[in-house]
């Protein structure tokens, strides 16, 4: 027999139960049949409305209107990304940061790239790229303590995801800001030259004020085409210092990929546009320039 409807804020699902944070407690939910029908997965972030149980459980009966939401980490109404990034094994792969960054932009997420592991090695060159670009970028080490604190600030008063390559450092780096989370870390596989998934979900952390930080699965693969960027016309969006050039491009249908008089290009050659930001673009641009309308539905 049900009691009430209460409304609440999605903080984890394991293994199809959900963990709903409302004003009269934590509640384990199951999910209505219908969402499966809608091929509608509840994440992480999601505020949702819920049915009580006689038995203290409940039942997910709506997922309220999402400002965003990613596919992978799988969250929702994220105001901040924080892309994890090791200046050692498992070392910096441009193309992902770039992928993770539009994904971010295109979601309307502010991005914040964090390059930890600094007391092993500097990443001075990415470092610039991406100041350049106009990202909010930072260097942490979670053994001496710089740029923790940097982080820290960036934290409160909104909900923040961290992602990344797996052993990038999330989950160290997080314990470093809130020890009294004790998340497990693993160690980089030498033979495969990245970390092994010490998470395997996601989960809002509430850190006070109102404010939650994610922790999220690593990963080492990236495909775009299934998390939200199939539409070769928005890509450029994604792409923040390339927005003051694109009414300077001599045709409204320039791909800013390889055409004459496009200011974009123009922008690299000068300088003004990092080489290594187009090369993503391009990459990325190549992987989504022949997907059709029908393969873009079925990602959604």
Known sequence: MEKKKLEGLLRKGVGGFYYVETAYGTYTCKARGKFRKER???????????????DGTGWIDEILPRKNFLVRPPVANIDRLF?????????????MIDKTIAAAELKSIEPV???TKS?????EEL???YRQAGILTLCVSSVTGEGVEEVRKLLFGCVSAFTGNSGAGKSTLLNALFPEFSLKTGEVSEKLGRGRHTTREVELYEIGEGSYVADTPGFSTFDIQRYEM???????YGFREFLPFLDQCLFSSCSHTCEKGCAVLRAVE???ISSSRMESYRVMYEEIKDVKQWQKNKNV
Request: proline residues 8%; without cysteine; negative net charge.
């Open 119 to 123: 007391d092993l090695e500097l990443a």
């Open 270 to 272: 000068e300088g003004k």
């Open 230 to 236: 199939a539409d070769k016309d928005q890509l450029v």
């Open 40 to 54: 509608i997965t509840p994440y992480a972030g999601d505020r949702v409305l819920l049915s009580e149980q006689e």
């Open 127 to 129: 470092e610039q790229v």
């Open 113 to 115: 790239v964090v390059f």
């Open 83 to 95: 892309i994890i990034v090791s200046t050692q094994t498992p070392y910096p792969d441009p193309l």
